[in-house]
Every structure is written in C-alpha cells, then in structure tokens.
C-alpha cells in the first residue's frame, strides 16, 4: 500500500517513552513498524504488542494505527478501520489519526466519510496543510473543483514551499482553463524542486491544452532529460506521462483536444465529444494472428439500462478492425447464457492466436475480493447472488489464453445499481435495487472494482482504479471510451504507452475525478497496436 499513513508515522511514531518502565514497550513498537515490507509479520508483531504488553492509552493507539496500515496492505479494510475506529476511542483529540483514517476511507471509495475524517483533522490542528490537501482531493473527485481549489491555496499559505502542493494546484488551475496561474505555480514548483520531472510535464500538458504542440514537445523533453532524477511514486509518474507525450507527437498524429471542466460537476455523466473511428491503413501484424471480443452490456432488466456500453463497443470493435486484428467479435446485451457461450468460443479462437483482447463495457461488480461481469438478465439482491448471476473476471482471463499477450479492458467500475445487501430478505433487496438505482453509472458493491493480479504476459486495463467510480459520457461515448477510440490507433506507440496516453487524457478530461489503471505486465517485448 502506497502513501496512508502521513502524520501518525510523522508524530506518533516518534513519540518517546519517558520511564525506563517504558523502554521495552518503546522498542517493541519501533520493530512493529519495522515490518513495513510483511504486512504479515506486521500484523502478528503488532497484535502480541497490544496482546501482552501494558501501554499507556496514547501507546495502545499508536500501535492500532500501525496495525491498521499492515492489515490494508493485506487488503482487510475492515478490519483497518476496527484499528482506527478503536485508537480514535482510546485518542479522540489527535488530528493526525483522523487524517490516516480519512486516507484509507478514500482508497476504498468511500468520499463522504473520509471528506469527514479530514474535515475533523482540520478542526483538531488548523495548521495541517496535508489534511487540507487531502480534503482536497476528495473536492476534486466529488467534482468540486472551487472547493479544491480553495483547499489547495490554504495548503500552499501553510506551506508555501511544497513543490508537490503547488504541481497540484497547477493541474486544477489547468483543468478550469486558467492557463497563466497553472504556469506560474508550475514555475515555482521548478524552482524549489529542480530533480523533478513533475513541473515540466505540467507546463507541456498545459501548452498542449493551449493548442501549443511545439512548446508542450519542449517541456516534456525537459521532463524527460532531468537530471539526478528524483525517484518518488508522483514524480515517476510524471516521466512516464511525458515519455508517452512526447511518443504520441513523434507519430505525426494530431493530438485530441481536451475541453476545460467549470468549477462544480457533481452528476456522475460528463460532457463527451463525438469522435470519429480512425482510418488507417494497416498491413498484415509482423507480432502475430490478433483476435477480440468486444462485448457491450447496455440494456439491464433489472435495473436502469446504460446509454454508453452499447455505443462503446460498436466503435472499439470497429477500430480494432481497421488496425488490422484479424478476428473482431461484436456482442451486445449477452445474457448470462450467451455471456459465458461467447467466452467458450473466444478461448477457442484465442488459443490459435498471438494476441487475445477482451473489451467489456456495462456493469461490473467486486463481492468478497472477487471481480464480476454484469449479464443483462442478473438479478442480485444479496451477496451470495453474485456467484450465480455473473461472470468472474478469472473466466475471462481464462478465456484469453493466447500465445503471446492477452489484454482485458474493462469500462465497468461504476457505482452499484443492484445495492446488495447482506442481511435483508432477498425480495426486499431487489425491490430496493431495481426501485432505487441511478441510471447512468455503472459499477461495484462499494466503489470500483477490486485491485487485480495477473501472471504472464497481460494487461487488466480498468477505466477507474480500484475503490475509483468511473463516469458515463452525456455525449454517445464514456470519456474512457472516447479516449481508447482517439490512442488505440496511434501509430509507432508502444502498448504501455498508449495506455498512459488514455489514462492522461480521462484524467484531464474528468479533472481528476477519474484515473484508468492498469494492472500487469507483457514482459520485455515491445508491442504495437499499430506500428510506425
């Protein structure tokens, strides 16, 4: 787990014992957290510290808070939030817990309860400029970009001199369109961190935004020609957002433009483009026999129909014929029936191929850990439901059993119209979901789908990450769909690339409500959908 516990590993872990009494408690705790690379070694010295040792009430929470990070890494979210809820009981006037608790309420999806984690860090320290950054990056996802913004400036008068506060604030100023102010805060970030490859490929972003290809080319150069690289997650990401904007223009393509986002977009749908199916003219793959089943559930008999998955994936089918896979497999609406009869005869034509994709767009949900595919006849009422009536992303994989690669894109992680419920009656579970679900989002029994782990060479491309809700488009295609059809057929790109160029551009597109991610790896071979 990357990045969820801040001020508590800031200032709890470095609270010291004052009693000789305490030394052996102190050193305990300090090889708990010692344990960061084994959640389960963590876990287990965390417990026989709580277990059998007497620690004061500050000591007891301090350790809760350790263990609860250990035990999200091993993916028990639950039993995470026991921790927190338990060390905020023992210790309810410490900011920072809030703060840490908020961090894993905003991994799982779930907005509202960790926007009132930092909003409680906040009220117990005025002066936590990384509540204030937090909070406002639930603004942004909830898709209040003048309450982020607002977050951020009191952020960076806290801290004026976080080059990272000031990247962000850069990419929000971005997004409305202000394109001056997101350049002045890009510079500054420059100055205070001139190892980083943030600021630059923030300054060529802005330019292309600007309609500037020539200047954008500039700072993504510059961005990728750092020297003494820092090595920070943020900052890596940053490189290899420039490496696939810099392959992107050397194609000679035009780049798509991205429309800037107003101040507050809360729906669930955006505004969406039309876009046009690129013509390209494609010999024979040199990397193979490339097949695709192109499946797009729109029309759900138990709940509101969807209006982008059938659109979708008539035009991903329609690109990736004239890329040149040789086999192009469209279907829409599939029962369960007709669901797992299309996956059987996939394997059959993906076990003679090199290349194996799977484009799914429709409902999906994640029920005890486990990714599900949404057949339009479902009916899902209580957990237990989910093993009947849907399809688990394992048979999917299953089914692209190629040669070479196999690629399963999912445009599925969006909120659940079924609403399980645990402990109701099943009627009355379904009378609630079919009563009560909203009509254009598709997705989870939270929040998104679960994270994935694959072998061999694959990629499981997921339009939000995992715990992230993805958005329908007010336009004929999802902003994930529309920039899959506008990346797909760029030619000399290579497939990881590509997928960060889709990734880059539904972040822009949403202003940061929504990242694509993408789980995996083909290995040390590079790929094409379109070579130069």
Known sequence: MKGPISVVTAVLLAVILS??????????????????????????ACTEILDSMRLSRLDRAHVLTIRAV???????????????????????????????????????????????????????????DKAYANRG??????????????????????NPNDPWALEVRGDTYRYRGDFSRAMADFDRSAALSPYSSGPYTGRGMTYEKMGDPVRARAEFEKAVA??????????????????????????????????????????????????????????????????????GNSAYENVPALAN???????????????????????????????????????????????????????????????????????????????????????????ANS?????????????????PRKSEAPETAAAASTAGAPIAT???????????????????????????????GDGGNSPFAVAMIQRVATPGVEINKVFRLVRDDVVEATAGRQEPYTYGSLGSEDFFFVPK
């Open 403 to 419: 040669r070479k690669i196999k690629l399963i894109v999912l445009d599925a992680c969006r909120d659940n119209p079924f609403t």
């Open 442 to 472: 598709r997705s989870t029994s939270g929040r998104g789908l679960a994270e994935v782990k694959v072998q061999g060479a694959t990629l499981v491309v997921y339009a939000a990450r995992d715990g992230q809700v993805a958005l329908d």
């Open 70 to 128: 250990f035990y999200f890494s091993r993916g028990e979210s639950d039993a995470s939030l026991g921790d927190f809820d338990e060390a905020i009981r023992l210790e309810p006037d410490i900011s920072g817990i809030r703060n840490d608790r908020g961090n894993i309420f905003r991994r799982i999806g779930d907005l509202d309860a960790a926007l009132a984690d930092y909003s409680d860090a906040i009220r117990l320290d005025p002066r936590s």
């Open 19 to 44: 009693t000789q009494a305490q030394a052996a408690s102190r050193n305990a705790i300090r090889d708990c957290q010692m344990d960061v690379g084994d959640p389960d070694r963590g876990v287990a």
């Open 226 to 295: 750092v020297p003494n690289p820092y090595h920070s997650q943020v900052d890596m990401e940053a490189l290899a957002a420039a490496q696939a904007r810099l392959a992107a223009i050397n194609s000679g393509v035009a780049q798509p433009v991205i429309p800037t986002v107003s101040g507050t977009v809360t729906s669930h749908s955006i505004p969406t483009p039309a876009v046009a199916i690129p013509k390209v003219a494609v010999t024979k793959s040199t990397q193979g026999r490339r097949v695709a089943l192109v499946i």
């Open 309 to 399: 998955p059938q659109k979708d994936a008539a035009a991903m089918a329609a690109v990736l014929r004239n890329i040149g896979f040789e086999v192009v497999t469209l279907a829409n609406n599939l029962t369960h029936e007709k669901m797992v009869a299309s996956l059987r005869d996939f394997a059959h034509e993906a076990e003679k191929s090199d290349w194996a994709m799977v484009y799914y767009a429709g409902h999906g949900m994640e029920v005890g850990g486990v990714n599900y595919l949404i057949p339009v006849d479902a009916r899902i009422a209580v957990d237990r439901d989910i093993q009947f009536e849907a399809v688990p992303l394992s048979q999917v994989l299953s089914a």
């Open 137 to 158: 990056q639930i603004w942004r996802l909830k898709g209040d970009l003048d309450r982020a913004l607002a977050d951020q400036n009191q952020q960076i008068r806290l």
